[in-house]
Structure formats: structure tokens, C-alpha cells
């Protein structure tokens, strides 16, 4: 039987870059906090734990004293950044590039136009969109579907932005929507401004999954429940295969799934290390053997 490893899955380059910085200075004498989950997948975190990194939540910053605090792939607002000086807290900087830019363009759209209607697509209490809505001061409005675009008023400016880690396919329908209902109210689209901001390596991310499921006669997706990337690409799994399974851990496979089967496809989403993926592999293997 093939059993194969998805080659564009698991970290992207912002959550490597995290991860590798979290490693580094886990090794210090005092260790590393993080501020929130480093990725939504609590086998890696309980990694980085024994290694030597700490998770803590905003409440927590005025008791770590001086020491150092990584800031994750996905951001922060401003308001952290204020608070951790204000508490001599030193910042570890490890914000995706690609949420850097995003974060500092829709500041300068802000500072531009306070008034106009600041729209961001993505999933709401998301550590990476609350990051983007702190660089309006709160003043941004957050949708994930259509009905709550529904509501924005059509008669006003509206700079549309997404989350880096968004569905593509669900965003272009969200402009599609906002542009054919500006031509039925106003019979023109100049109020909707639409910024492509979702990460390149996500947007290509879902046709390449689809073409990996399709090679494949089952297919093990291996994530954590709290990923919004990991539940979005298994629903692609879903629609292209399926045969599909969603698991968090290698003692989760069962023998059953693999019979009358000759080819097993595992992917993962952007938080799911290759460690993790080569043990479902393992496991599938041994399985195999008994």
C-alpha cells in the first residue's frame, strides 16, 4: 500500500519562523513566554512546553516582569505592544510578514478615512483578526458570510480586507455579493474597494489539496479542533474525498478505514508539524503489519 505524505502540507513559513524562534529561546536559562497558543495544535505546543516555553494570555503580562515574550505568527494589536513596555516586558517580534503588511495597511486606510467602513473578513475573537481590528482602534466591522455583509451600508465607502488564513473561494463571494448589490442600490460598484490579503500559500493551498485527494483513496487530515485552518481544509478533504478523516493524534486511526484500500494520502493544515503527519504515517504502517 501507498502511503503518502502531502508535500505542501503543515507549516507555513510565518509558523516556522515562530517555531524556530520559540525553540531558540526556550533553551535560555529563563525560557520563553508566549502570548497565546503558538498554533492552534496542542501536540506541538506540548513540545515546545518541554522544551522550555510557557503559554500565557494578556492577563498575565503585568507578572511576568522583565523577561521576554514571544509574540506569535498571527499578531497582536497595538494595545499589547503598549502594555508590554508599560510593564517592561520585552517583546519577541515573531508576527508573520505577510500579517505585518496586512496589519500596517489597513492602519494606513484608517489614519486616510477614520469614517469610512473598514470590513474585515475572517473569523471573529481570531488572534490574527483581533491583531487587524487594533489598528483601527476597534472600529473595524468583522464578517464571515454573506448575511452579516448583508448588513454594511452600501451608500458609504467600504475598504474590504481579509484574514490571511481565510477561505478564497468564500471571500471572492463576499465581493461578488457587496458589488452586485452597490450595482442594484446604486448602479455602480465605486464605493467597494476589495484588497486581496490572503495569504499566497493559502489561496494556492485549497486547488493543490484537492488534486492530492483525488490521487488518493482515503485521506487522513491531521489537525486540532481549534485550527480555522485545519477545519476549513478538511471540509475541502470532505467535498473532494469522501473518504475522509479528521484526527489529532497517530493512536487515532483505525484498521478499519484501511481495508480494500491501496493508497492512504495524509495532509495537515498550516499548524500541523511534519513530525506530527510522519507518526500518523508510522502508525498506518504498523497497523498495516498486524
Known amino acids: 500500500m ?3 505524505i502531502d508535500k505542501y502540507a503543515g507549516f507555513c513559513f510565518g509558523v516556522t519562523r515562530a517555531i524556530k524562534t ?20 496542542a501536540q506541538e505546543e506540548d513540545r515546545l512546553k518541554r522544551l522550555g516555553m510557557s503559554t500565557i494570555d494578556h492577563s498575565v503580562i503585568p507578572e ?27 517583546i519577541i517580534d515573531a508576527t508573520c510578514p505577510v500579517v505585518l503588511n496586512l496589519q500596517k495597511r489597513i492602519k494606513d486606510k484608517f489614519t486616510e478615512c477614520p469614517d469610512c467602513q473598514i470590513v474585515i473578513f475572517g473569523k471573529k475573537g481570531h488572534a490574527e483578526v483581533n491583531g487587524l481590528v487594533g489598528q483601527t482602534d476597534g472600529n473595524a466591522t468583522v464578517i464571515s458570510n454573506i448575511e452579516e455583509a448583508d448588513i454594511l451600508d452600501i451608500s458609504k465607502p467600504i475598504f474590504l480586507f481579509s484574514q490571511t488564513t481565510s477561505n478564497y473561494k ?4 463576499i465581493e461578488s455579493y457587496l458589488k452586485e448589490k452597490s450595482l442594484k442600490v446604486l448602479c455602480n460598484i465605486d464605493n467597494i474597494t476589495v484588497y486581496q490579503t490572503i495569504c499566497p500559500s493559502v489561496k494556492n493551498r485549497i486547488p493543490r489539496l484537492k488534486d492530492f485527494c483525488k490521487q488518493h ?6 489537525s486540532d479542533y481549534k485550527s480555522s485552518n485545519g477545519n476549513m481544509l478538511y471540509k475541502v478533504c470532505e467535498e473532494t474525498n469522501p473518504k475522509s478523516y479528521f484526527l489529532t493524534h497517530p493512536d487515532e486511526v483505525k484498521k478499519e478505514w484501511l481495508k480494500n484500500t491501496s493508497s492512504v494520502g495524509i495532509s495537515g ?19 498495516l503489519t498486524i
Not at 483513496?217 to 491531521?222: H, L, N, R, S, T
Not at 493544515?269 to 497497523?287: F, G, H, R, Y
Request: proline letters at 4%; glycine letters at 6%; charged letters at 25%.
Open 170 to 173: 468564500e471571500y471572492c463571494k
Open 269 to 287: 493544515a498550516t499548524s500541523t508539524p511534519l513530525w506530527l503527519m510522519q507518526d500518523v504515517k508510522s502508525q498506518i504502517e504498523n497497523l
Open 64 to 90: 511576568i516582569g522583565e523577561k521576554k515574550m514571544l509574540i506569535r505568527a498571527h499578531g497582536e494589536p497595538p494595545q499589547t505592544y503598549a502594555n508590554a513596555k508599560k510593564n517592561n516586558v520585552e
Open 217 to 222: 483513496d482515503i485521506i487522513i487530515f491531521v
Open 2 to 4: 501507498e502511503v503518502e
Open 22 to 41: 520559540a525553540e531558540d529561546l526556550s533553551a535560555d536559562d529563563d525560557g520563553i513566554y508566549c502570548l497565546g497558543q503558538i498554533v492552534h495544535n
